[in-house]
């Protein structure tokens, strides 16, 4: 009885000894996969921080994320390299422990792409060719992730210091018609105007004459506008939702995040198969 139930032990596979006939070279991949990322996140990593040190606070809004960016994959292809180079169980696990936070954020990423796609609904004004946006188009949660009451100062400095109106009011000669003909971008059209709907009267493009009344809808943000150039509609709701419509535009595709799961997945089951591989080589 005695054998026969060691026959049985013996007979049943481990989870480990599933891959002992897969003979397809996981770790000499992994570690090939690794090495090229490791090459790419430090040459952005060290492009990055040149950046970021060499340019002023508004342009940091963008480097300071990369540089967190890079680093995290540089750390991440670092120990999946030594990993699998030294057949580290340690490194491996310190590798994947980056790889799912890696996967998380990219995943979250993803998610408010979609939803900046769905909520990014640009207005076209009648009998113009311009588009408006409004901020009450975007959910909250979205509102307080991109436009921070606290941040949105420093922000509307960076619009006035970059000069983001500068082209429109390039051409002071241009009439009312040509203005509403114009294919404004989302900044010009939300920060160097105010809405259409206020019913202000046009003189130049960055002169428009109050008027008493206002559009209910639109009503705080035709009191915000000023013919200052340091004021202009910089304050405005309309200046705060295409700040957000410009970060959609800016951002990747959703595609681009997809196709960069699906290639991080799989890299990721190359060396967890390496990984389970070097386990059950440790336990022989």
């Known amino acids: 009885m005695a054998k026969d139930k060691e026959e049985q032990n013996e007979e049943k596979p481990s989870l480990l000894s599933c891959f002992k006939n897969i003979s397809f070279p996981f770790n000499t991949t992994f ?27 508004c342009n940091r809004l963008v480097t300071t994320p990369g540089i967190f960016v890079s680093f995290s994959l ?13 057949k580290s169980d340690c490194l491996f696990r310190i590798h994947f422990f ?18 900046l796609n769905n909520e990014t609904n640009p207005r076209l004004f009648p009998g113009t060719k311009i588009n408006e946006f409004r901020l009450e188009d975007y959910s909250g949660w979205v509102r307080r992730l991109v436009i921070k009451e606290d941040e949105w100062y420093r922000i509307r400095r960076c619009l006035v210091k970059d000069n983001v109106c ?7 000669n241009m009439s009312a018609p040509e203005f509403h003909q114009m294919n404004l971008t989302p900044i010009q059209s939300g920060c160097c ?18 008027s008493r009344y206002y559009n209910n809808i639109v009503e705080d943000d035709c009191r915000r ?27 990747f595709s959703l595609t681009f995040y ?6 991080s997945l799989s890299i990721g089951i190359v060396g967890w198969f390496a990984w389970l591989r070097i386990l059950r080589e440790t336990q022989n």
């Open 31 to 57: 570690m090939i996969a690794n090495s090229i990322f490791l090459a790419t996140a430090a040459f952005w990593f060290v492009t990055v921080s040149t950046l970021h040190y060499k340019t002023d606070e």
């Open 225 to 251: 506008w000023n013919n200052s150039a340091n004021t202009l509609c910089f304050d405005c709701d309309s200046c705060k939702a295409v700040t957000i419509a410009n970060i959609h535009h800016t951002l």
């Open 166 to 172: 500068n082209k429109l009011f390039s051409n002071q």
């Open 98 to 115: 980056i790889f799912f936070l890696w996967m998380f954020v990219v995943v979250a990423k993803a998610v408010f792409v979609y939803r």
């Open 193 to 210: 105007k105010p809405p259409l709907a206020c019913g202000l009267t046009y003189v130049k493009p960055n002169n428009w004459t109050i």
């Open 74 to 86: 540089l750390s991440m292809a670092l120990a999946g390299f030594y990993a699998a180079f030294y």
């Open 258 to 263: 997809v196709l960069h799961i699906a290639f």
